[in-house]
């Protein structure tokens, strides 16, 4: 794939359906997506995370939403950060109805290799056998697994903003909710799900901190931005309809800390997704603000390293720009000298195929350093459901097709 060039863009400021049909290693390698009779194309995805102990003989209710529709589910357990095995004994996808409970009649059993359960070895992600039955798009799936044996680190993602369930015991099989009588805001193994797509079907992954992971905006409401671009992607009815969120709270492009580097997840977290045909590389007001020395050039390097990886897997490349942080505590000239110098390089440096100029679409016009107060989560630096909209409005979706 030859990727495109293209100029500065600001864009204007189940309910499933599965018919029946008639550290082990310190950057841990992704499964590779199995062979389909028709393209894959992940539809869901959360970055993997070290998440604290892991409890065996324990159920999960994982709830999540989707962004392209198809056939063929298959989900992506992930034992990245695993310093043991983890035994799974079984794993379910249905329909979320109420709380933990599921529509009846719609928990549909996931193999592995033709087996009800699966042992992944640390450092290890597995994908299980397709589902028969279609998907819809934009849709709420619940994944129930049942971790029969497990210890030592667990692997997930801690920041949700969705309500997920857990109980002691295997329940996955089961509709009801009576058993599921703890609530997480966290997706414990889970971190992607893929479904066949039509032919010449592709997806964008956007690798981000806590902006992209939703920070601020509604719980329970799916209104990230990648999920806001998730529903514009749907309606103009392209070719590139799946949306993996790789974001993490407090992430950098430079430095471990809050998740794992951006250039040490790229490969796992980015690159392995099914399909994936645009990355959009939105990171580092956590560098800039963390007082640490960055400079600019040095997260122009960052920059660098992660078009050519990107590229050389095939992949375009979009580069948004970093949003005014004015009123967060750890703002300063000095930090806000690096941003725009930053920002002027992805506007202007040619390093990217596209550039989503969040940083215009969002700013006060009477004081750029800051967000635009109906934008503002509260905190300065976060932006609410509002500025969410206006960051997916920002991205011209023709760049994400990545055509020649």
Known sequence: M???RWAVLLGPALALALCTPGQASPVPSAA??????HPQVVTWAASA???GDAVADRSHRLVVHTSAGGRGLRIRLSNAFGDRPVTFGA????VPARGAALVPGSNRRLTFGGSRSVTLAPGEIRYSDPLQGAVKARSNLAISLYVRDAGGPATGHGMALQTSYAATGDHAAESGADTFDEQSGSWLYLDALTVEAAPGAGAVVTLGDSITDGW????DRNRRWPDYLAGRLQAAGGSVRGVANEGISGNKVLADGAGQSALRRLDRDVLSQAGVRTVVVFEGINDIKAHSGVTA???IAGYREIAARARAAGTCVVGGTVLPF???????PAEEAVREEVNDFIRTGG???AVADFDRALRSPYDGERLLPTFDGGDHLHPNDKGMQAMADAIDLTALECAD
Do not use: H
């Open 2 to 4: 030859k990727p495109r």
């Open 32 to 37: 590779p997506v199995p062979a389909a009779a």
């Open 49 to 51: 995370d070290r998440m």
């Open 91 to 94: 794993a379910y996808a249905g």
């Open 216 to 219: 601020q905006s509604s719980v």
């Open 297 to 299: 050039a040095d997260l």
């Open 326 to 332: 004015k009123g967060w505590s750890e703002w300063g």
């Open 351 to 353: 390093l990217f195929d």
